[in-house]
């Protein structure tokens, strides 16, 4: 069984390689956990997206979060091994939001409610 700090930690790895893929050189993450919720943001200086791929991140991490196989799947995020790691983020969290800007890099703010 997958622990709640395992799946956190394969959040943050898996939103921390992105920013590495994009060739960043400052990358920012916070962590917030409080009562009923974790904070995850992670905010670099990479190559950035266009309007079209930050809208597919959005819908990939906007999909409904699914209980029933994260026990399975959640250590997988942030697993280099896997290719659709931003993927199993989005069956991971809650809610998200995606600002980037090309050249400019990457803001991403993902929410797990604690159930």
């Known amino acids: 069984m997958t622990t709640e700090r395992e799946k956190?930690?394969?959040?943050?790895?898996?939103?921390?390689?992105?920013?590495?893929d994009a060739d960043a050189t400052d990358?920012?993450?916070?962590?917030?956990?409080?009562?009923?919720?974790t904070v995850i943001t992670v905010k670099?200086?990479?190559?950035?997206?266009?309007?079209?791929?930050?809208?597919q991140v959005r819908k990939v991490l906007h999909q409904e979060r699914r209980d029933e196989i994260e026990n399975y799947y959640g250590i997988l995020a942030g697993n280099s091994m896997t290719a659709s790691g931003l993927n199993l983020v989005g069956m991971l969290v809650?809610?998200?939001?995606?600002?980037?800007?090309?050249?400019?890099?990457?803001s991403i703010t993902v929410i797990r409610l604690n159930k």
């Open 27 to 37: 990358v920012d993450v916070s962590v917030k956990i409080e009562k009923d919720k």
């Open 94 to 106: 809650d809610d998200a939001t995606v600002e980037s800007r090309l050249g400019e890099g990457t």
């Open 44 to 55: 670099d200086n990479g190559s950035g997206m266009n309007p079209e791929a930050a809208d």
């Open 8 to 20: 956190l930690q394969g959040i943050v790895k898996e939103l921390m390689s992105n920013s590495l």
